[in-house]
């Protein structure tokens, strides 16, 4: 969990989160001031990342990967999404999702807020994930044991 910020990030379960909140804070905060930029992590599991951020216009993430499938969702503003497909321009409640492991940057146009998720890939030693699921449900019994 980030210092700070307590109640964040969460594993998957029932949240309601207060984007406009999360968004008014997170654009007062000093790293969107010096960086031009400031994510918070909303939710964190094991198959499953939910990533709020902010950016100025001209600022972004440079040119990366993820660990698996992702959608970026534009909240406000307007980015530039750069992928091997070229660039698409997006703007408020514009979606966009990408295979995994495929290279891709964000720019932002004019200040704008994104909705990242990264879901977990799936393998083929464990398609369904239900390795994770046995997990959970171990564990969750370990827990009414004790």
């Known amino acids: 969990m980030s ?10 379960a029932l949240h309601r989160y207060a984007l406009a909140d999360q968004l008014v804070r997170l654009r007062s905060e000093a790293p969107f001031h010096t960086r031009g930029r400031d994510s918070l992590t909303l939710v964190r599991d094991p198959g499953f990342t939910l990533l709020l951020m902010v950016l100025k216009a001209g600022k972004g993430l440079p040119d990366h990967t993820a660990p698996g499938p992702i959608s970026v ?10 992928s091997q497909s070229g ?9 966009i999702t990408l295979p ?9 146009l004019e200040d704008s807020a994104i909705l990242i998720t990264i879901a977990q890939p799936i393998t083929h030693t464990d398609p369904f994930g ?17």
Not at 73 to 82: A, H
Not at 102 to 107: A, D, L, N
Not at 134 to 139: G, H, K, P, S
């Open 100 to 108: 995994t492991r495929i290279p891709h940057e964000v720019m932002a």
């Open 73 to 82: 969702l534009v909240l406000d503003g307007r980015v530039t999404f750069t």
């Open 3 to 12: 210092e700070g910020r307590p109640d964040r990030p969460q594993p998957i």
């Open 130 to 146: 239900l390795e994770g699921e046995r997990q959970a449900d171990a564990q969750e019994q370990e827990q009414t044991r004790t």
């Open 87 to 95: 660039p698409i321009e997006l703007g408020p409640h514009d979606l």
